[in-house]
């Protein structure tokens, strides 16, 4: 199962959410801070993004206000699930 983390580097260290996010929209939407990007984690090992979901991420981050509220209705719908215990 591959899943997404939105990552980030400070200070010379690897920083990423906690979270398995589904999607990469879903995962573009927790960035907090400029210059965060999505990984792809497959078989428990990161790697970068293959050329359809790069255009995804690129898509959540640049894209029109109605796509920018699609990725954040995602990022939202993926934060019930993890409070209520189901993902």
Same mark, same amino acid.
């Given at each position: $199962? !591959?899943? &997404?983390?939105?990552?980030?580097? @400070?200070?010379?260290?690897?920083? =990423? ?9 879903? +995962?573009? +939407? ?6 965060? &990007? ?12 293959? @050329? +359809?979901? @790069? @255009? ?6 640049? =894209? !029109? ?9 995602? &990022? ?8 209520? =215990?189901? $993902?």
């Amino acid at each position: $199962m !591959t899943y &997404y983390l939105a990552v980030e580097t @400070d200070s010379g260290c690897f920083i =990423g959410c906690n979270h398995k996010h589904r999607s990469v929209i879903s +995962a573009a +939407a927790c960035i907090s801070s400029a210059g965060g &990007y999505v990984v792809a984690v497959e078989k428990r090992r990161l790697r970068e993004l293959i @050329d +359809a979901e @790069d @255009d995804e991420f690129r898509w959540a981050m640049n =894209g !029109t206000g109605e796509q920018k509220e699609k990725a954040r209705r995602a &990022y939202i719908r993926m934060l019930r699930l993890l409070r209520s =215990g189901t $993902m």
